[in-house]
């Protein structure tokens, strides 16, 4: 029969007192561990600061990823429109895109 072992983690924070609610430790190494569903995460200070600034550059590009996409949505909606419409320009010819040959419009696209 194997023996118990020592926790010689010092608890600094727990969500609630429930037994399997998150909590947040200090090793006897020094390092900060985050505990949440089970799963342990230890790491150094200085490597919980550095994932926290990945994390704001990522959110960055996620943010200016979702402004893109949304840009395009937008453009390929008017494309669609554009090309789905009556088939008529505004002068009432027929529409032979990017321009009307009979009024010289000339479209965004």
């Not at 609630?16 to 200070?45: A, C, H, L, Q």
């Not at 994390?55 to 893109?68: H, N, Q, S």
């Amino acid at each position: 029969m194997k023996k118990a072992c020592l926790n010689t983690d010092k608890e600094i924070w727990r969500k609630t007192k429930d037994t399997f609610s998150p909590t947040i430790f200090i090793t006897k190494r020094k390092g900060v561990g985050i505990e949440v569903g089970g799963t342990v995460n230890v790491k150094t200070i200085e490597k919980w600061h550095e994932l926290a600034e990945e994390c704001e550059v990522y959110k960055g590009v996620i943010d200016d990823l979702t402004r893109a996409y949304a840009y395009l949505q937008k453009e390929y909606k008017i494309m669609a429109e554009y090309y789905t419409g009556d088939g008529l320009c505004a002068c009432g010819s027929p529409l032979a895109p990017p321009s009307c040959s009979q009024c010289e419009l000339k479209s965004n696209i």
